[in-house]
C-alpha cells in the first residue's frame, strides 16, 4: 500500500467526514486539537447553527491568517459519481477523489500541515499566525466568516495578511491567484401591468411589452470600463417571469431578476440611481428590492502578494498570475478589517462537480508553497 503524505492523510481525513453545508461532522475538532498541540489558542464561535473557530499563535506584530471552510456542497447523484464521494480514494493515476478535495478540504490540510511544519522549524516566529475557519461558505454565508469578522473587528483583532484557500488555479498548482473579486449586487425588479384579455389589448397593459425597451437598454449600457485590475462591470438578467400560463390572459406583472458583478469603478449606489434612472425613461411602474452579497475588494502588489508570487516561483518553477475574476468568497469579508487578501489553492476544474478530484501531489506542492510564504513574512 502506498504511503500517504502527511497532507494526504489530513486531506482524507477530512474528506471522509460528510460535511454538506452547513455541517462539519468533526472537521474543525480535528483541526482545532492540532492546533492546539502546537500552541496556537483555540476559540470556537458557534453562530446560530454554524460552527467556527478562531485560533492564533505568537505575539505582537504583523498578522498571517489562514482562512477556508470545511463545508463542501451536496454531492448530486451518488450513482454519478465514480468512487464514492466521501471515500477519499487517490487512484493509480494519483488523483485523489471525494466531495471537497479540491473545495477547499485538500487546501485546509495543505494549511495545517505547513503550518505545523514552521511552527516546529521557528518556534520564536515573528508576529502571529492565525486561522478562520468556517462551515457556512457554501450555503448562505451569514453566520460563517462575516459573523466571525464582525466579532474579531469589535475588539480590535489585528490581521494583516491572509491566504483564503479557495481553488485559484486553473491548469497548473500556483498559475493563477486571487487578489481581489469584484462585487456582486442582486435586484429583483417587479413591473406593473394591467391584466386583459388578449383580444381586447386597449383595456389592458402588457408588461412584458413595456418592461422589454427598458431591459435591453439597461442589457447595452456601458457601466465602466474597469481598470487594470477589474474587468468592466457586467450587468446580468438571470430570471425572467410573468404570465398566468394561458395563451389568452395579458399578465399584470413582470418579474425580472438581475445582478451586477462589479469594479471598484462602480459603486453600489451609483448602480442603484443608474437602473432607477432608466426605468423611470421608458416610464414604467416598477418596485427593486436590492440585496448586497458583497463589495468588490483588491489586494494590490505589496509584502503578501510579493511573498505569494515568490513562494510559487521557487517551488513550482512558474510566474503567477494575479486575478480578479470568478465569483465572490469569503474574503470579500475579511478584507474588509484592511486586510491584504491572496486566495491561493489547488486547480478549480472539478469543483462543484461529480467526480471532483485534485492532483494528489498538488496538495503536497501546495503545502510548500505555504509554508515558504510563512517562512518570507514570519521567520526570524
Not at 264 to 281: A, F, H, N, P
Request: proline fraction near 5%; aromatic fraction near 6%; glycine fraction near 10%.
Amino acid at each position: 500500500m502506498t504511503t500517504l503524505s502527511p497532507t494526504l492523510e489530513l486531506a482524507c481525513e477530512l474528506i471522509r467526514r460528510a460535511s454538506v453545508t452547513p455541517l462539519d461532522e468533526g472537521c474543525q475538532q480535528l483541526m482545532m486539537e492540532r492546533l492546539a498541540a502546537c500552541g496556537f489558542n483555540v476559540e470556537p464561535m458557534n453562530i446560530e447553527d454554524v460552527d467556527n473557530f478562531w485560533a492564533r499563535r505568537g505575539g505582537e506584530g504583523p498578522v498571517l491568517c489562514f482562512a477556508g471552510h470545511t463545508d463542501v456542497v451536496p454531492t448530486g447523484p451518488l450513482e454519478a459519481w465514480q468512487h464514492a464521494p466521501f471515500a477519499a480514494f487517490v487512484d493509480d493515476e494519483g488523483m485523489l477523489h471525494g466531495r471537497g478535495a479540491a473545495d477547499m478540504k485538500g487546501s485546509l490540510a495543505a494549511m495545517l500541515v505547513a503550518v505545523e511544519r514552521f511552527v516546529a522549524d521557528h518556534p520564536q516566529h515573528q508576529g502571529a499566525i492565525a486561522f478562520l475557519i468556517t462551515s457556512d461558505e457554501e450555503g448562505p454565508a451569514l453566520h460563517g466568516t462575516q459573523a466571525v469578522v464582525e466579532r474579531l473587528a469589535a475588539r480590535n483583532e489585528r490581521l494583516d495578511w491572509c491566504i483564503v484557500g479557495e481553488p485559484s488555479s486553473t491548469s497548473l498548482v500556483g498559475d493563477m491567484v486571487k487578489n481581489g473579486r469584484r462585487g456582486s449586487l442582486n435586484g429583483h425588479l417587479r413591473v406593473r401591468g394591467v391584466q386583459g384579455h388578449v383580444a381586447y389589448p386597449h383595456l389592458a397593459k402588457n408588461p412584458i411589452h413595456l418592461a422589454a425597451p427598458a431591459l435591453a437598454e439597461l442589457a447595452g449600457e456601458h457601466w465602466d470600463a474597469g481598470n487594470a485590475f477589474f474587468p468592466p462591470t457586467s450587468f446580468q438578467i438571470s430570471n425572467l417571469n410573468s404570465g398566468t400560463g394561458t395563451t389568452n390572459v395579458i399578465p399584470g406583472e413582470l418579474n425580472c431578476l438581475f445582478n451586477f458583478r462589479f469594479s471598484t469603478e462602480s459603486t453600489v449606489e451609483g448602480l442603484q440611481q443608474r437602473v432607477e434612472t432608466i426605468l423611470d425613461k421608458h416610464g414604467l411602474q416598477w418596485q427593486i428590492d436590492w440585496s448586497l452579497s458583497g463589495l468588490p475588494f483588491l489586494t494590490e502588489p505589496g509584502a503578501l502578494l510579493d511573498a505569494v508570487s515568490a513562494s510559487i516561483r521557487n517551488v513550482t518553477g512558474r510566474e503567477t498570475v494575479a486575478s480578479t475574476t470568478g465569483g465572490t468568497s469569503d474574503g470579500r469579508f475579511i478584507a474588509t478589517l484592511g486586510t491584504q487578501v491572496v486566495e491561493l489553492g489547488p486547480v478549480n476544474a472539478t469543483i462543484h462537480q461529480v467526480n471532483e478530484r485534485v492532483l494528489a501531489s498538488d496538495l503536497d506542492l501546495l503545502t510548500e508553497i505555504y509554508y515558504q510564504t510563512l517562512v518570507r513574512l514570519l521567520a526570524n
